[in-house]
């Protein structure tokens, strides 16, 4: 079930944030019918396939089991424990990262699709609910015809002391697996690298399973 246990304000702060070992098995352990499959999460995004930035290279770190710390904003609060996430940055003030979470059906990935979709499209009023020195405003970007269908979203922050913040956001689903891709960085809807972060969240849906 999910846990709603962050406030958005830590979330608006995180926006523009940049940062599998396998056991050995005895010879008389149990027959492989009687331990249960190896998880083997779906690929993640390669740091090159972020929309470019104009002075440094992306970096990433590992695939990481489970809920980011802190969580994205707007959707971190419906993302499950059995997530599993990837984050990546830039040597400025560009970061991003992917969540991902494989359901036990389509029908159940169908409706947390669903979930997050419901969280973007509701973001910028939920931001300024629970902090009152932030303004939000935001945009959507459309529906994107990869597998089952991925939804790409802006959201831009101005906080009372004046830092200014743009957000995009995708959410995507191939059958039982969805994944969530942000991107953010310092500045405003005219600095938000849409064609790229479609061409991102594409990418990233093709590469689920």
């Known amino acids: 079930m999910p846990v709603r246990a962050r406030g958005a304000r830590a979330a608006v702060t995180a926006l523009t944030a940049g940062a599998v070992a396998l056991a050995a098995v005895p010879a008389t352990a149990a027959t492989p019918s009687d331990d249960p499959p190896a998880f083997d999460p779906p690929a993640f995004l390669e740091p090159a396939e972020l929309p470019p930035h104009p002075a440094s290279d992306w970096y990433a770190g590992p695939v990481t089991a489970g809920q980011p710390?802190?969580?994205?904003?707007?959707?971190?609060?419906?993302?499950?424990?059995?997530?599993?996430?990837?984050?990546?940055?830039?040597?400025?003030?560009?970061?991003?990262?992917?969540?991902?979470?494989?359901?036990?059906?389509?029908?159940?990935?169908?409706?947390?699709?669903?979930?997050?979709?419901?969280?973007?499209?509701?973001?910028?009023?939920?931001?300024?609910?629970?902090?009152?020195?932030?303004?939000?405003?935001?945009?959507?970007?459309?529906?994107?015809?990869?597998?089952?269908?991925?939804?790409?979203?802006?959201?831009?922050?101005?906080?009372e002391w004046g830092a200014s913040d743009i957000g995009l956001f995708s959410v995507g689903r191939d059958g039982r697996t969805v994944t969530v891709v942000r991107w953010g960085q310092m500045g405003t809807f005219q600095d938000a690298r849409v064609a790229g972060f479609r061409d991102t969240t594409v990418t990233a849906v093709d590469k689920l399973y």
């Open 69 to 159: 710390d802190p969580l994205p904003m707007c959707v971190g609060e419906a993302l499950p424990s059995t997530a599993t996430h990837r984050r990546y940055w830039t040597e400025y003030d560009t970061g991003a990262l992917q969540v991902t979470v494989v359901e036990r059906s389509t029908r159940r990935a169908g409706e947390f699709a669903a979930l997050l979709r419901a969280d973007l499209a509701g973001c910028a009023r939920e931001v300024m609910e629970r902090n009152p020195g932030v303004t939000a405003t935001q945009k959507y970007y459309g529906r994107l015809d990869v597998e089952e269908g991925a939804h790409v979203y802006g959201v831009h922050t101005v906080t």
